[in-house]
């Protein structure tokens, strides 16, 4: 069940020009959320989705928020946070596409943008429980400017055995030399347990239906594949 809470506003700053973090004190009274879920921030009585980027194991929310050019609802957000609040309202929480037990088999995330907050939390939430198998993320960004977190993303794979990184660039670019193409296609070429891993997609509908619908290609049944464009954006 989602309710109502209000949280001080910890921090705020800017993890690129135009990814903002804000980072909220997580209320005592609240309930945790699981791993993969978001938050619904209330400006002016309308509610904004953001998937917390934070793991349900630490003391904070964070959320990473990047505008939505042409957004009308991007533009009220962006207008309500330049205002740097103190504290904001929200409700949580929210989503059906997260990770509430240590599997027994490897986990597949694939995000594109700033879809990787929400893997971002399942997998550190993960990586954090000593059963927890094989990890790999796979994110595909435009161009490698929006690779935001990949340096953090690099040292927690360096890090850590468990968990694989792989940074795919769409857009052909002059300052990188990386993987190329779409971020699907790299998941699908790079793991040999596709059938029998659990697959998470965050990304817009386009991108998670083409993903899904190239991973069921390949023999993975799509009852193993989460996401929520599933419940918000259904296919007709």
Known sequence: MSNRWSARVLEHDFLAADVRRLTLEKPEQAPNFYAGQYLQLIIDDQRFPYSIASAPHTDDLELHI????????SLMAEQYLNEKPAAVDFTYPHGNCYVDSVPECSVILIAAATGVTQMRSIARWLLAQPETPTVS???????????????????????????????????????????????????????????????????????????????VEQGVNADRVSADVFDYAPRQ
């Open 137 to 215: 993320l796979f994110w595909g960004t435009l161009t490698p400017e929006e690779l935001y977190l990949s340096d953090e993303l690099e040292s927690l794979a360096a890090s850590d055995h468990r968990f694989q990184y792989y940074p795919v660039v769409s857009q052909s670019s002059s300052a990188w030399s990386g993987r190329q193409g779409l971020v699907v296609n790299a998941a699908i070429e790079d793991c040999e347990d596709l059938s029998s891993a659990d697959i998470y997609i965050s990304g817009s509908p386009t991108m998670v239906y083409g993903s899904l619908d190239r991973l």
């Open 66 to 73: 990047k505008p939505t050019e042409g957004s009308a609802d």
